[in-house]
């Protein structure tokens, strides 16, 4: 019997859907930071055509929703182009009591106000105490409120705060008329079990709609915003190629994919384009992308034995060879000259001893190019060494 876990280009555990860990199966929507956070890295700095090069990329996506910041060069020029253009998707931007005004006669909608919320960072930090500090960003929210804005309260290492403040803090901001809370892992140091429990807290605490941020410090920040989703939250945070602060934040790719195949929740992205705008980005920051990034990575498809995949291929059984068929993203499988060919993947055959006498080619090669060879390279050498097609 065909489930969940069998889609058109994948074929996952059906353990990810036992009724005792069962996803939630909800819609969840995905908050794209790769503008706003971006901003934050200390090695990429947008102009206002990268901008607007990236939003358009964003919205041919299908992300809904992404937010910049108004704190940097050009802000006001980057609102208004991209308004310009009417992007089908809800442009967020960061409270600023004398900028905001002017980007919410753009049209603009949708605020977050930022309240760092850890009591260390308030005290050593800000050199504030907790009332004050609240009492500020409560005002925050009504002026933005008063201005006919959504307000989201971006909290900034919340995941410091001990429950009855996150509490306090979730009552009083949507009784000031918050609109949504942002838990935010500013320092990734929240493991994926803690994160959904602080969400499931904050979803008993507030009728609000809850997001998450993660930061990747630990390599977590894609599990943690699953972890996140499976305890409630209503929306994530993500960004194309994971760039960000530091270590970034979780990927887009990597967290759209696994809500379509791991969880059964459709994105509404098209996930086909998730490779050319991973390339525009990349070309853009000029911050490489990793090659083993599942999704992405110039490493995810490429194998150097095909023999299997081709025999479950021919018993229809194609998508059990790959965590996804890469047709899934747009990509597709590349088989590669290694220490692992087969002669049979390139529909060849040859006697032992031109076998060994190939091999030994091809190693010597490979190691002069310091590469793999590309197909007509060893097809050169196949040949040259006695190789007969249909063997």
């Known amino acids: 019997m065909v489930g969940p876990w069998e889609g058109p280009h994948w074929s996952v555990s059906p353990h990810n859907f036992a009724a005792e860990i069962a996803p939630p199966g909800r819609p969840v929507q995905l908050h794209d930071v790769t ?3 971006g901003e934050e890295c200390a090695d990429l700095a947008y102009s206002v055509d990268d901008k607007v090069r990236i939003a358009e990329a964003l919205a041919r996506l ?6 910049l910041f108004l704190t940097v060069p050009g802000w006001y020029e980057s609102v208004r182009a991209i308004v310009a253009r009417r992007l ?7 409270w600023h009591p004398a900028k905001t005004p002017r980007v919410l006669d753009l049209g603009v909608r949708h605020v977050m106000v930022w309240y760092r919320a850890s009591d260390v960072y308030q005290r050593h930090v800000l050199g504030g105490e ?5 009492d500020a960003a409560l ?9 006919g804005a959504y307000v989201n309260l971006f909290m900034p290492e919340s995941t410091r705060m001990e429950l009855d403040q996150l509490r306090d803090t979730a009552i009083a901001a949507e009784g000031a008329g918050a609109d949504a809370f942002t838990l935010v892992d500013s320092l990734a140091i929240c493991r994926p079990a803690a994160l959904g429990f602080l969400v499931s807290k904050l979803k008993e605490f507030t009728s609000k709609p809850v997001e998450v941020h993660c930061h990747n410090d630990f390599g977590l920040a894609t599990a943690c915003v699953l972890a996140a989703y499976e305890a409630g939250a209503d929306a994530l945070n993500c960004s194309i190629n994971a760039v960000g602060y530091r270590a970034g934040n979780a990927a887009l790719d990597e967290v759209a994919v696994a809500l379509e195949t791991l969880y059964g929740v459709s994105t509404g992205l098209q996930l086909d384009r998730l490779p050319e705008v991973a390339a525009l980005v990349a070309s853009i920051t000029g911050i490489p992308i990793g090659y083993f990034k599942g999704v992405t990575g110039g490493g995810a498809m490429r194998v150097e034995q095909w023999g299997a995949t081709a025999r479950l291929e021919a018993a229809g059984q194609r998508r059990a060879a790959f965590a996804y068929e890469p047709e899934l993203v ?22 032992a001893e031109g076998l060994a006498v190939l091999l030994r080619r091809c ?3 490979g190691l002069a190019a310091g590469r793999p060879l590309t197909d007509p390279e060893f097809l050169t050498l196949a040949h040259a060494t006695g190789a007969v097609s249909g063997g």
């Open 88 to 94: 089908p998707f809800d442009l967020y931007v960061t």
């Open 139 to 147: 005002a925050a929210i009504r002026a933005a409120k008063a201005q």
């Open 330 to 351: 747009g990509r597709s499988p590349r088989v590669v000259v290694g220490k692992w060919s087969d002669l049979g993947d390139f529909g060849l055959g040859a006697t």
């Open 35 to 37: 503008l706003r956070d």
């Open 62 to 67: 299908g992300i809904r929703r992404t937010e």
């Open 130 to 134: 907790r009332a004050a500090l609240l």
């Open 363 to 365: 190693q010597e090669a």
